[in-house]
Each structure stands twice: as C-alpha cells, then as structure tokens.
C-alpha cells in the first residue's frame, strides 16, 4: 500500500518562503511522476508543478520561476520549493504519485494536503 505523507506548510508573509516535502511509502517512487497540486477555497484543484522518474519538470505558468521541484529517490521524497509567495498562493497542496511504465499509467496516489496560507 502506498501512503504519500506532506508536510512543511504553514503561514507565511507575501515575499517569504516555504519548503514542502512529500515522502512516499511503498515500492513505486522511482517509477513515478510526482507532483504537487493545489486548491483554494471555492476552486477546482490545479497542477502546480510535476517532475517524472527522468526528472523532467514543468510548472503551472502562475509559478514559473518562483517555485523549484525536485526528487531524492534515496530518501523517496519530492521538494517543492515556493519562494516569493504572493498571498493567490493560498492554499492547500497536495503531493500526487503517478507510477508509469512506459507509456502505462497506474492509479494515482495523493497525500492528505498541507496548508499554505500567504498573508498580505
């Protein structure tokens, strides 16, 4: 059974940082693409950055250049570094796993989301 544990969120002032990491039980994490999603109160949830085994990256253009994921398969966790936080950042992160094998996709796996709030 695969069990994805989030933690690092918490409050923040506009401009600051955060760390959130995401460790993955089980076997899948180096065959997985990992990702961080988000959702605010009221709104769909949305991507917000996703890396692959090959550690291939791409980010939601609202976080370009502000955010940095990255993986350790050693320790089967995935970063997502927020800098420059602007209070739209609000809200709760999900970490995802998606195991693939070639061109196969698994099931997803989400963690239990940690809040980021962002104050003015």
């Known amino acids: 059974q695969v069990q994805l544990v989030e933690s690092g969120g918490g409050l923040v002032q506009a401009g600051g940082s955060l760390r959130l990491s995401c460790t993955a039980s089980?076997?899948?994490?180096?065959?997985?693409?990992m990702g961080w999603y988000r959702q605010a109160p009221g709104k769909q949830r949305e991507s917000v950055a996703r890396i692959s085994a090959a550690n291939n990256t791409n980010y939601a253009a609202s976080v370009e250049g502000r955010f940095t994921i990255s993986r350790d398969n050693a320790k089967s966790t995935v970063y997502l570094q927020m800098n420059n936080l602007t209070p739209e950042d609000t809200a709760v992160y999900y970490c995802n796993a998606n195991p693939r094998l070639g061109s196969i996709r698994g099931i997803d796996y989400w963690g239990q989301g940690t809040q980021v709030t962002v104050s003015s």
């Open positions: 089980g076997s899948i994490f180096r065959i997985s693409t």
